[in-house]
């Protein structure tokens, strides 16, 4: 078994399950370890699954670094209908015929979405404007202004269609809303869209096919604190 030490530091790899925060599955390591600096190096939406990396110790002062690092996604949409949140968090609704739609329809897309575009975040997130989080404008049923920002997707490619739902992987910079990619994709197709699955698969050099599963890890820091406490007692014996 690999050797940690999560009170000196360690940088902490997980497969964020669907429907958890990503500040509960902070809580709960972190209350599994005793330790008291534990931090996450970018938010997934509960709805979204794949990595999700811990800092711990004095790993937690590479959080900055960690977040500016590119991000992979592997995410679906359906087409042909909305929802106000731009994912399965709301209410689908605005359903329309998609008949009409081709596969080269999708394809002739991509350059428009390849690069570096501007693009708004969705009202349901946790960005700020003058101080208070969106999203909580958007449960009250407040709009409110939220000005476009760039962001850079370097790679994008469709790799599955079977309408109405479409499969795509995405290589994007820190601050990229895949929610907001897929809105803007239904709109140009003129039949709307929701995102319906998110995977974050890398960030940076870190793979989410070296990361370990919630229970995993929670295996593993039981045994770290066992052997902790076995290395106190020998201590204290001598």
Known sequence: M???????GETVLVDKPLEW??????KKLRW??????VGHAGTLDPLATGLLILCTGKSTKTIDQIQGKIKEYEGEMVIGATTASYDLETEIENQVDI????????LDLLPQFTGK???????????KVN???VYKHARKGKEVKIDPREVEISELEITKIDFPKIQ???VCTKGTYVRSFVKDFGDALGVGAYMSGLRRTKIGEYDVKDAKSVEEWIEVI???RSNQEEQTEEENSK
Do not use: L
Not at 21 to 26: D, I, Q, R
Not at 99 to 106: A, K, L, R, V
Not at 117 to 127: G, R
């Open 2 to 8: 690999q050797d940690f030490d999560f009170v000196a």
């Open 21 to 26: 925060t990503s500040f509960g599955v902070v």
């Open 32 to 37: 599994e370890m005793k330790v008291k600096k």
């Open 99 to 106: 008949s009409h739609i081709t596969e080269q329809n999708i």
């Open 117 to 127: 575009i501007m693009q708004v975040p969705p009202m349901h997130s946790a960005i």
């Open 131 to 133: 101080g208070v989080r």
């Open 168 to 170: 795509f992987r995405m």
């Open 222 to 224: 039981r045994e770290w």
